[in-house]
């Protein structure tokens, strides 16, 4: 039984190729936008549930709240504020203010501590400085409130009570850095290799030079 003559090689011009779609150019571009778009979102997001979880108490006076979670809290003087429809810009510092903080349900004072080191915020028109901090160890209702040691007049401030949220910031800023990188890298991979792949492509397609 004779064997069948083998195939004839092709040379490489010959071979078949498959040149990307310049679709794939607008695919890894829309990857970095999408992924911006993304990123941006979630610091958006982040930065609303920080404004939200702000308690607003005007001074001098006396505010309840509730704080639902345990551990510490800020006390910032919002030196950039509306009080009351009228906007209000201040120096930053409590002055002659003087507060308490009390367990509305247990009881018992809770102390107030000078805040080691420095955090501002800016939200819209608002903008505060961290003047002193707290911890509990139990949620629930707490009175705070305040007076003037002077009898001078004193005009009205505004305190924001938080929840000491460095962290949870940081990680959504490092979620948003991320996806940023992701999208990023991801997007322009496609690019590059749709560029390589149309390249090479060419290359094949190309006529030979007779006598080759």
């Known amino acids: 039984m004779t064997k069948p003559p083998p195939l004839p090689s092709q040379k490489p011009s010959q071979l078949p ?100 080191g420095s955090a501002i915020y800016t939200i819209g028109a608002r903008s505060g400085e961290a003047m002193l901090t707290f911890s509990i160890d139990q949620p629930g209702r707490y009175n705070l409130s305040g007076w003037y040691s002077n009898e001078g007049k004193n005009r009205p401030i505004m305190l924001v009570v938080m929840r000491s949220s460095f962290g949870p910031m940081m990680r959504t800023i490092g979620w948003a850095m991320l996806v940023g990188v992701i999208s990023l890298g991801l997007g322009v991979a496609m690019i590059v290799l749709t560029f390589i792949g149309r390249s090479r492509a060419r290359n094949r397609a190309a006529p030979e030079p007779e006598g080759a």
């Open 17 to 116: 190729s498959v040149k990307p779609g310049k679709i794939h150019y607008v695919m890894g571009a829309l990857v970095i936008v999408l992924g911006i778009i993304f990123a941006i979102q979630i610091v958006y997001r982040g930065i609303t549930g920080f404004g939200r979880s702000m308690v607003r108490a005007k001074m001098p006076g006396e505010t309840t709240m509730r704080l639902d979670e345990t551990g510490r809290y800020t006390i910032y003087h919002e030196y950039e504020t509306v009080i009351d429809g009228d906007y209000h810009r201040s120096s930053p510092g409590l002055g002659a203010l003087r507060l308490r903080l009390e367990c509305g349900e247990a009881g018992g004072e809770v102390a107030l501590e000078p805040l080691r």
